[in-house]
């Protein structure tokens, strides 16, 4: 008497047929490890996209669902970041201009300081080797180099760079206005965090929901302090045309210097090894507003981009969605045609068992020390991109699932042993 199959056991066998079918020319060991990554019980119900390429040759290695476009949660800063090293180039930095109206006469400065939005996140930033108020020095030094000892005027910040919602409606409600989904202006000061001191010996982080206007008060404050005081008040061009129906600004207002970023190969490091979703959001922000479609600007570059569904430059949004072949080819364009292993974008991905949110990832295998990956995670999303290293052999590898059962730890194990097992197949 023949028994029924199971349901489940009737699925799996008609996957791994398919599956067998679709990997006859591929080595037999990667087919066996694929095979047994799929069957992990916390894959089930799991939607999956997995691809790997040997960038040398351009050979696809190993693949599953591949076009499939899912939510690849941090994963999205591969593209943002990516994106922002085609525009600007790697050298770029964000310049934060300190301008000023009207005369300076005996010292004195009779009109208006204004700063310049540039949409750089890094002023103030506790992630930079720099010390916080080292722009202010800088501010500091070109007002007194200009002459001026006081000023009779107010200080302006111009932050009309960015749209005015700081926060994207495609976030969830959870992550909104956190110290990691702050909002997002043309202006950032201290990462749009203020940070409290508590008995403790602790902090407690607050976000700077109108960082040009914090801004304007610390810089009027930083003066003053320095023995340069001003009489007027500390505002912000928003705020000055919401309370004053056509306040313009003067057309033949005089630089005084400005503010520089580090060098833009240094802040998608940044990006990519911590996951900073304030730095990439500002990346991405700033590309919208230089008017860059993503989507076509790859799709020049030879990518097909109908799997790629953008709301932000973070992954914070679950709206976003990206294919493993997409983001793998991607990462291929980046490695041939930006510097190979040596190149500010292979750099950038932090190194598997070593550093960043990968740091314990891939710890204590074959691989530590030889990935260069990007993690994303958020609910029921877990996501690897990136590099590996085997025999002076570079590939490119993107793994998504979304919808997972069970611990992400126990997902995060198998997924180990799935790179390990791939790039070691005996």
Known sequence: ?????????????????????????????????????????????AAISIKAVNVTDGKTIAA??????????????????????????????????????????????????YIQSSGDPTLGSRYINRSKEHF???????IRKAGISSIEGDIITLDSLFRDEGVSGKWLIEDAGT?????????????????????????????????????????????HRHSIPVSGKATTLRTE??????????????????????????????????????????????LQSDSVNIRLLWQRHGLDSTALIMYDGSGLSPQNAASASYLTDLLVYMYTHHGKHQGAFYRSLPLAGKEGTVATFLKDTPLSGKAH??????????????????????????????????????????????????????
């Open 373 to 426: 990956l990007k993690s994303g995670a958020i609910s029921n999303v877990q996501a690897y991109s990136g590099y590996i290293e085997k025999e002076n052999q570079y590939y490119a590898f993107s793994i998504i699932i979304n919808s997972f059962s069970g611990k992400r730890k126990d997902l995060r194990k198998a997924i180990e042993r799935l790179l390990t097992d791939l790039f070691n197949p005996e």
């Open 241 to 286: 045309r919401q309370q004053t129906h056509g306040f313009n600004i003067p057309q033949d207002l005089t630089e005084t210097g400005a503010a520089y970023s580090p060098p833009l190969s240094e802040i998608i490091r940044e990006t990519n090894v911590r996951s900073n979703n304030h730095y990439a959001e500002h990346l991405y922000r700033k």
């Open 64 to 113: 599953f669902n591949e076009n499939t476009a899912l939510t690849p949660a941090s994963n999205m800063k591969i593209i943002t970041t990516a994106t922002a090293l085609i525009r600007y180039g790697s050298n770029h930095r964000y310049r934060t201009p300190l301008l000023y109206s009207g005369t300076i006469k005996d010292s004195v400065l009779h009109g208006n300081l």
């Open 1 to 45: 008497m023949q028994t029924k199959p199971h349901p489940k056991k009737a699925a799996a066998a008609l996957l791994i047929c398919f599956f067998s079918i679709y990997y006859l020319p591929a080595a037999a060991g990667r087919f066996d490890v694929l095979s047994a990554f799929l069957k992990n019980d916390a894959l089930q119900h």
């Open 179 to 223: 110290d990691y989904g702050q909002g997002v202006y043309s202006i950032s000061i201290f990462d749009n965090i203020y940070k409290t001191p508590l008995p403790s010996d602790t902090t407690s982080a607050t976000v700077i929901d109108n960082p040009g206007l914090y801004l304007a008060q610390y810089l009027k404050l930083w003066l």
């Open 136 to 142: 202010l020095h800088r501010y500091l030094h070109h």
